[in-house]
């Protein structure tokens, strides 16, 4: 089975700061990766994916995450944050198989 | 987004009574998913489904049944609700990569 670890359970960070939510996932010989966005009271949201090709993606609001495989990572990236980014943020990886798991979040809070 | 229905969305129920979520799918997707998610755990997986009547344990299965006799719905059942399942449900479902999510259910047991 696989797992995934969110470091950071709480990250604050003012308003157009940059910001980086960490995550790891445990070895396999290929995974998908997802960002998840909850707002409150909301279900998840897919906010950006790797599949195969260029580590780097991105999302249309800014969002980019980078996998690296030697670090087994997908941090989750922002260069300028805005208060509508207030939010929690879900790392997930699915393998060969039909399961998904996920970390246990990361809470993001922008401070105006 | 995927048309996933969640019903009810919020419900409270007395210890030991079953408790049925639904989930609707108008999106003829293969698999579908059930999670609970609480404080400090994320969302972790109750039972999944690979097709019609096929279905298969999650992490958190006990104490959780399921049923699918139509691609588009996905039942999660509780036999004898305790305190424990106080929890917000989740369903999804895949048709390839990523997974869709419905709303919740947010279920109290009192």
């Known amino acids: 089975a696989q797992s995934v670890t969110q470091l950071d359970s709480q990250v604050p960070v003012f308003e157009e700061a940059p910001v980086e939510l960490r995550c790891n996932y445990s070895?396999?010989?290929?995974?998908?990766l997802f960002w998840y966005v909850q707002y409150p009271n909301q279900g998840l949201q897919l906010l950006l994916k790797?599949?195969?090709?260029?580590?780097l993606v991105e999302s249309i609001n800014g969002f980019e995450a980078e996998f690296n495989k030697s670090q087994t990572s997908f941090h989750l990236r922002k260069p300028s944050v805005h208060i509508s980014d207030t939010a929690e943020y879900f790392c997930?990886?699915?393998?060969?198989?039909?399961?998904?798991?996920f970390g246990t979040g990361t809470s993001l809070t922008v401070i105006p | 987004d995927a048309g996933i229905t969640q019903s009810p969305r919020h419900k409270v129920t007395e210890t030991g009574t079953p408790v049925t979520l639904r989930c609707h799918q108008t999106?003829?997707?293969?698999?579908m998913y059930w999670y609970r998610q609480d404080p400090g755990h994320g969302l972790r997986l109750i039972h999944y489904?690979?097709?019609?009547?096929?279905?298969d344990k999650g992490e958190v299965s006990d104490g959780y049944s399921v049923s699918r006799s139509k691609t588009e719905d996905f039942l999660l059942t509780l036999e004898s609700a305790t305190s424990s399942q106080t929890s917000v449900y989740f369903c999804?479902?895949?048709?390839?990569?990523?997974?869709?999510f419905g709303q919740g259910t947010r279920l109290t047991v009192v």
């Open positions: 997930a990886v699915r393998g060969t198989g039909n399961q998904f798991y």
């Open positions: 070895s396999s010989v290929s995974v998908y």
């Open positions: 790797y599949l195969s090709g260029s580590t």
């Open positions: 489904s690979y097709g019609v009547k096929d279905t």
């Open positions: 999804a479902s895949r048709e390839n990569t990523e997974a869709f």
């Open positions: 999106e003829n997707h293969r698999y």
